[in-house]
Every structure is written in structure tokens, then in C-alpha cells.
């Protein structure tokens, strides 16, 4: 199983040679979510080699058009390709009008199943759950509704020691007991220790999600202690005014904000398209939060 996030685009609203709009595909234990689909999203899928029939979940983070414009032409790729399976897509509620209109005026057709889900809880919650997968949402503060969202690994169970347990005659009553970590007891009413016939999974894995918002305390709780966190820098610090008028936030908040999260690592992106390079805002953040990355297009990464 593996958990890693690839960057499809990382710019903001103004896209550039280098920095396509904001996009990101997560494969979290063959989950495979598309977070935000700017323009040309599928081109990018394409160009990292990709495949987005695979994709089972489109998250979109709010509806200013760099963090969507990218959906209709996605889905009508799907739909030329001969997609089947059904797509689940979670956004604002405007969304699914938004999507029926574009199709119906142009008279096109999607010959698979789309589900539309509606994130309008104003204190967030989980928008899909599965025996290995959760993925959260919360509010963030920007100039119109938009979320935020975390996506985590469910704790495994613990892995039976089989050779040890055939070794002391062990029941195989006791593996139930042994994968949750429970000590068994047998017939004769001696106890069998866990930690001697099992081993500990590994530490469940987390990603948090967070463009475009200004600085925002109140999505701390949600994001804590998180083992990479993606977060907006669209501004360095000389631009705080700005970034406060329109709603965004600068490489300094941001390592603020990880710093109070309790992060792992901290990842940096929706950089201003006025900044030509990347090293102002990485060595701006670093003065607050040492491990912290600015995110390139078509760059890997390990949640781990």
C-alpha cells in the first residue's frame, strides 16, 4: 500500500509556464482522489503518465475557476475514453448546475455515472469512509465558501506472528484477540500476551489539504499533527496587506500555521505568478518552520 501526492499544478489564478493551475492527484492505499482540477488538469495527468480512469473521488475546494475550470474537459476525456465506472464528486452545491449546464448547451452526453456531494456543513465532517481511507473536510476563509481537506489512513490491524503461536500450540481462537492487540485467554485459563504472537501496524499516515485561505487558526484542530500539510503561500510577507485583501496568505502564516498544527513537514504552493522562483518564499517559511518544501509541478511526494 502506499500513500503519495503528486503535484499537477500548483500555481494561482493566473497560470504560468511553469506553475499550471492547482490540481493534485493522491493515491492513499490505491484510493485514488483527484484534489482540485484547474485548467488542463488532464494534460498534466497525461504528461506524469498518469491514469485518470482511475481516479474515484474529485475533490474541489471551492469555485473560483483555477481550482476547477478543468472538470468539464476532464470528464468529457472520461466519457471519449469509454469510461464505465461511476465518478463520486464533492464540492459546493452550485457545482452539479455548473456541470449540467456546460453539458447540456453543448449537447454532450457522459455515459458513465456521476454522483454529486454536497459539502455545506458549516463545521466540515467526513465525506467518504472506507475500511483503509477517511477523507475530511473543513471550512476555510476565503472570499467565497471553500474547504479544506484531510485525507488519513484507518489504523491496520496488527500482523499475527504465526509461526510463534504454531510453535507454543497456540489456538487459533486467540487471532482475532491478537490483531486488535488483546491478550487471549484459553480454556485453561492461562493467559497469551499480544505482543508475543503479534506485531503493531504502522502508524496510521495523514495528508492535509489547505488552498485558498487567508491566515485561519480555527482549521488547526483539523489539520494537527498531520504528517505533510499542503498549505496556500500566495504572498511573501512583504505582501501581507495584500494577501489579507484578497484572502490568502503569505510563506510566513503558513509556517505559523503548521508550527501551531504540529506538522510533520509542510509544503508550500499557489504561489503568485509576480514571483518568478521559489527561494524567497522556501527561505521565508524556514525562519518559522524548518522542514518545509515549495512544491513544483509534476514533484512526488511520500506522505510519511
Known sequence: MSFEVTILGCGAALPTSKRKPTSQFVNCNERFILIDCGEGTQNQLRKY????????????????????????????????????????????????????????VGGSK??????????????????????LIEIRYFPMRHRIPTNGFRIQ???????????????????????????????????????????????????????????????????IPHIKNVDVLYHEATFLEAMSKRAKETFHSTAKQAAEIAVKAGVKKLLLGHLSARYESNEAHEAEAKTIFENTEVVEDGMTYLVR
Not at 122 to 128: A, T
Request: net charge negative; aromatic share 12%; with cysteine.
Open 110 to 131: 457522459i455515459g458513465f455515472k456521476i454522483k454529486f456531494v454536497v459539502l455545506d456543513n458549516p463545521e466540515g465532517g467526513i465525506l467518504f469512509e472506507d475500511n
Open 49 to 104: 503518465g498518469i491514469k485518470f480512469q482511475r481516479i474515484n473521488h474529485i475533490l474541489i475546494s471551492h469555485l473560483h475557476g483555477d481550482h476547477f475550470f478543468g472538470l468539464i474537459g476532464l470528464l468529457s476525456t472520461m466519457h471519449l475514453l469509454g469510461r464505465d465506472k461511476g465518478l463520486t464528486i464533492y464540492g459546493p452545491k452550485e457545482l452539479e448546475q455548473i456541470i449540467r449546464i456546460q453539458l447540456e
Open 153 to 219: 489512513e484507518k489504523p491496520k490491524e496488527r500482523s499475527i506472528i504465526g509461526e510463534e503461536m504454531k510453535a507454543n500450540n497456540i489456538s487459533l481462537k486467540a487471532i482475532p484477540f491478537f490483531r486488535q492487540g488483546l491478550d487471549f485467554t484459553d480454556e485453561n485459563g492461562q493467559i497469551h500476551f499480544a505482543d508475543e504472537y503479534s506485531i503493531a501496524s504502522k502508524t496510521p499516515k495523514s495528508y492535509g489539504y489547505c488552498s485558498d485561505t487567508s491566515y485561519f487558526e480555527p482549521i
